[in-house]
């Protein structure tokens, strides 16, 4: 669902897809995901803060704060998702988590200072109070958009305000008398001053007024000098102008003539000047019709040479592109004849490696059926006895003629051999039996008699005899009576 929130509004969706918190203005809400509208337009939050100063006065500051979210910080505004919008902006929660930071720091505040310097100082007071306040509404992504401290007001019981208005009242009363009296006081003394600076003042004029039309009087003669001075001289001046402008005029006329002269020589010169240039003029174009001439009659003959030169060049060259055309397409034929015999011949070896691929794998799959139904054959066999795995190996070793082989085999093994049976006789019966029957010395005894046939056959099999301190055995010549 897509979604787009209003001028005031921002959305603040969670969800699948979404670390935290997205804000936005608009934008796509899928399954899995929740999308809230945060309104951020700001709040009017009006308080009374009793508060008390450092000299332990209570006193009431009546002020109303507007508050809102930070809306051109991201960072902010994730808080103000996370904290505070998910309650009301009227709700109590809201409005005591305000309050309380207010009050708080005011209260911090006033008790650093005197009641007259909070009275005196309500412009400092109340920035105080704005910048510490708004350091605590950072961490809920809130901002101070506007702060208007009212008067203070007296706590009940405590009408400090009370009796510093009626102090400054009777000072008010008490100094508007004396001001009454200082103002009589300066009336009187001022007529006084005035009536002597009036008589001063007149008696000034008069004499300044003499002086002045005594200057006055002076000036008018030396301007009347002056003016006249300057007429003669302005007559004097414009007669030598006019002397001046005929003796220019007289030059000029005698400038001009000389000039008209000069044109008139000047011009006849040019004429046959011009004249002379058209002559040359004239000869100079024949010679160049000449020389063009000349020109164009050696030129057709070098073209018609170069002409044939180049028509002989490019037969030479035809012969020879052709013959390299030629010997070029005969390399071709050759390498194309090469390449398809080896394509021939790599064909004829992939279908051979493909037949012999295609052999071993239908041996491959016919070993791996007979091993399937001989595993298939084993569970039957192994199901029909129950589970008996020894049944089962006995089984297949009978039907597989496993018995007729061991016994064909150990048959050939003993075959052609010739065994030897020697049989000795150690002298004793069953009366020196019965009689060592209860010596101890009966089987040490017996392990002695069994020595001689012991080593006689050791010395039959491998050819080895007994060490000379053990005894020796007798010549096989003379065989021992039995």
């Not at 051109?72 to 505004?77: A, I, Q, T």
Request: with cysteine; hydrophobic share 40%; proline share 3%.
């Amino acid at each position: 669902m897509y979604k787009v929130a209003k001028a005031s509004e921002y959305l603040a969706i969670t969800g699948i897809g979404i670390r935290d918190i997205k804000i936005a203005k608009k934008g796509w809400v899928f399954p899995g995901q929740s999308c809230a509208i945060i309104e951020v337009s700001p709040v009017n939050y009006t308080f009374q803060v009793q508060a008390m100063s450092a000299e332990k006065l209570a006193f009431v500051l009546p002020a109303v704060f507007t508050i809102g979210p930070r809306v051109d910080d991201e960072e902010s505004l994730l808080k103000y998702a996370k904290l505070i919008a998910p309650h009301d902006k009227h709700s109590d929660h809201v409005t005591e988590l305000v309050q309380g930071i207010i009050e708080g720091e005011t209260r911090v505040l006033a008790a650093s200072m005197t009641m007259e310097q909070i009275f005196k100082g309500t412009k400092e007071f109340k920035q105080e109070v704005f910048e510490k306040v708004q350091l605590e509404l950072n961490q809920f992504g809130l901002i101070i958009y506007n702060a208007n401290v009212k008067q203070l007001v007296d706590v009940p019981g405590h009408e400090y305000f009370s009796y510093l208005g009626q102090k400054t009242q009777m000072e008010a009363a008490n100094q508007a008398k004396i001001d009454v009296a200082e103002a009589k006081m300066k009336g009187e003394v001022g007529a006084k001053l005035r009536q002597g600076q009036t008589l001063q003042n007149a008696a000034k004029i008069d004499a300044e007024t003499k002086v002045i039309s005594t200057q006055r009087q002076g000036q008018g003669r030396k301007e009347e000098i002056k003016v006249k001075t300057e007429v003669t001289v302005y007559e004097n001046e414009r007669e030598a102008e006019v002397a001046k402008a005929n003796a220019e005029l007289a030059k000029k006329k005698a400038a001009w003539s000389k000039e008209a002269q000069v044109a008139e020589v000047e011009a006849a010169k040019a004429v046959a000047l011009r004249d002379a240039e058209l002559q040359g003029e004239v000869e100079k174009m024949n010679g160049m019709t000449r020389t063009q001439k000349l020109k164009a009659e050696f030129l057709s003959k070098a073209s018609v040479e170069y002409e044939t030169k180049v028509q002989e060049a490019n037969w030479d060259l035809y012969k020879k592109q052709k013959a390299a055309e030629a010997a070029l397409f005969e390399k071709e034929k050759e390498a194309e004849a090469k390449k398809a015999m080896a394509e021939a011949e790599f064909y004829a070896r992939q279908q051979a490696a493909d037949g012999e691929l295609y052999t071993k794998q239908k041996e491959a799959e016919g070993l791996m059926a007979v091993a399937q139904a001989q595993g298939h054959y084993l569970r039957t066999l192994l199901g029909a006895v129950g589970g008996n795995y020894a049944a089962v190996r006995d089984y297949l070793m009978i039907t597989g003629g496993m018995f007729q082989d061991i016994a064909r085999l150990n048959a050939q093994a003993v075959q052609g051999m010739q065994p030897k049976i020697s049989v000795w006789n150690n002298g004793s019966d069953g009366s020196e039996g019965a009689a060592a029957g209860g010596s101890a010395m009966k089987e040490v005894a017996g392990v002695y008699r069994m020595l001689p046939p012991l080593f006689k056959t050791v010395h039959e099999q491998t050819g080895m005899l007994p060490p000379s301190w053990m005894g020796s055995l007798p010549d096989s010549t003379n065989p021992p009576n039995n």
